[in-house]
């Protein structure tokens, strides 16, 4: 099935997150890259509104962290909850993974919800969360 099929599949079939619903119907090396794609576009508007919204870019920090950790598992074969998929991939790939998961809880809890993290701390987890999906893209090495 080609990707414009599956997205008109997706929106007669799927209310799910669009890449969740694309599963099965898009190769396993396609889902992979779209997921980095989206990571990578979540990372990059991040770093576009940190200045202005750091609470936003919380947000899209966690995000790119969760479809960096949905890849890596996508590419693994482990059909796993979200919550789940962290301790199977460190297992794999080693703490790197775990570690981004907390700070990706502390993201979106911290960062998003409470609104407790300030601009610097968000700052700093672009960094952070840019060598991570460095080394997702790595571990695919696609």
């Given at each position: 099935?080609?990707?414009?099929?599956?997205?008109?599949?997706?929106?007669?079939?799927?209310?799910?997150?669009?890449?969740?619903?694309?599963?099965?119907?898009?190769?396993?090396?396609?889902?992979?890259?779209?997921?980095?794609?989206?990571?990578?576009f979540?990372?990059?508007?991040?770093?576009?509104?940190?200045?202005?919204?750091?609470?936003?870019?919380?947000?899209?920090?966690?995000?790119?962290?969760?479809?960096?950790?949905?890849a890596?598992?996508?590419y693994?074969?482990?059909?796993?909850?979200?919550?789940?998929?962290?301790?199977?991939?460190?297992?794999?790939?080693?703490?790197?993974?775990?570690?981004?998961?907390?700070i990706?809880?502390?993201?979106?809890?911290?960062?998003?919800?409470?609104?407790?993290l300030?601009?610097?701390?968000?700052?700093?987890?672009?960094?952070?969360v840019?060598?991570?999906?460095?080394?997702?893209?790595?571990?695919?090495?696609?």
């Amino acid at each position: 099935m080609k990707l414009p099929e599956a997205i008109i599949e997706i929106g007669r079939d799927s209310r799910n997150e669009a890449n969740d619903a694309l599963e099965g119907k898009l190769s396993t090396d396609e889902i992979v890259k779209i997921r980095l794609d989206t990571a990578n576009f979540y990372l990059e508007r991040a770093s576009e509104i940190v200045k202005t919204s750091h609470v936003l870019a919380s947000e899209m920090l966690f995000k790119a962290i969760v479809e960096g950790i949905k890849a890596l598992g996508d590419y693994f074969g482990l059909k796993k909850e979200l919550r789940e998929l962290p301790v199977f991939l460190t297992d794999i790939l080693g703490e790197w993974v775990e570690n981004a998961w907390e700070i990706g809880k502390r993201l979106h809890y911290d960062g998003y919800i409470f609104e407790f993290l300030q601009v610097d701390d968000v700052e700093a987890y672009v960094k952070f969360v840019k060598e991570f999906v460095k080394n997702c893209e790595i571990a695919v090495l696609y």
